[in-house]
């Protein structure tokens, strides 16, 4: 049995911890139903549910998704600027991108050339990006990741929309800014 406050109240009949949870007003919940003798704990079961669907919303939130795009070994240079341009807006939104080549019939014969392509790629990007995972041959497709580079200084683009909550406001119909007062 744990308490509320966290500390350990030793082993006693369910009557006597139902009381206690009674009388603190609060829930008496099992933690480990599979442990000899059962732990159970005195909380606020809607106050714990809460806390942990937040923590659960937190980790999604900071997740980075990774975006992924294929070329091929035969690309034109238009496509690959085209995708050069996607993959920098992923990356500029946060995501990682995975460049995935892939080798057809006879091309695999020749994967320095999808080696190349995939160079030219992380060079051309290399201002915003740095290469987590080198091209490496995986079947008949070569892959390579792509994450952005920690911003020193600079806000997050969706941060920057938020807007500051000491700013100055506009007076009541006098149309005279007012500074907030500094104590």
Same mark, same amino acid.
């Given at each position: 049995?744990? !308490?509320?406050?966290? /500390?350990?109240?030793?082993?006693?009949?369910?009557?006597?911890? +139902?009381?206690?949870?009674? @009388? =603190?007003? #609060?829930?008496?919940?099992?933690?480990?139903?599979?442990?000899?003798?059962?732990?159970?704990?005195?909380?606020?079961?809607?106050?714990?549910?809460?806390?942990?669907?937040?923590?659960?919303?937190?980790?999604?939130?900071?997740?980075?998704?990774?975006? !992924?795009?294929?070329? /091929?070994?035969?690309?034109?240079?238009?496509?690959?600027?085209? +995708?050069?341009?996607?993959? @920098? =807006?992923? #990356?500029?939104?946060?995501?990682?991108?995975?460049?995935?080549?892939?080798?057809?019939?006879?091309?695999?014969?020749?994967?320095?050339?999808?080696?190349?392509?995939?160079?030219?790629?992380?060079?051309?990007?290399?201002?915003?990006?740095?290469?987590?995972?080198?091209?490496?041959?995986?079947?008949?497709?070569?892959?390579?990741?792509?994450?952005?580079?920690?911003?020193?200084?600079?806000?997050?683009?969706?941060?920057?929309?938020?807007?500051?909550?000491?700013?100055?406001?506009?007076?009541?119909?006098?149309?005279?800014?007012?500074?907030?007062?500094?104590?």
């Amino acid at each position: 049995m744990i !308490g509320s406050d966290g /500390s350990q109240l030793g082993v006693m009949p369910s009557r006597q911890a +139902l009381n206690l949870a009674k @009388d =603190e007003g #609060l829930d008496l919940v099992m933690v480990a139903p599979n442990a000899d003798p059962p732990v159970c704990r005195i909380i606020d079961h809607g106050k714990f549910k809460y806390d942990q669907e937040k923590r659960e919303r937190e980790s999604k939130r900071k997740q980075q998704d990774v975006k !992924g795009i294929k070329i /091929s070994p035969r690309i034109a240079d238009h496509d690959l600027e085209h +995708l050069l341009k996607k993959a @920098d =807006e992923f #990356l500029r939104d946060g995501d990682k991108v995975k460049v995935v080549c892939r080798f057809r019939a006879r091309e695999i014969t020749y994967p320095e050339i999808g080696q190349k392509r995939m160079e030219k790629m992380a060079q051309a990007l290399a201002e915003i990006a740095v290469v987590e995972r080198p091209p490496t041959m995986d079947g008949k497709m070569m892959v390579m990741v792509l994450a952005p580079k920690p911003q020193s200084g600079k806000k997050h683009a969706k941060a920057e929309n938020q807007q500051d909550g000491s700013k100055a406001v506009q007076d009541h119909g006098e149309r005279q800014d007012h500074s907030p007062e500094v104590p």
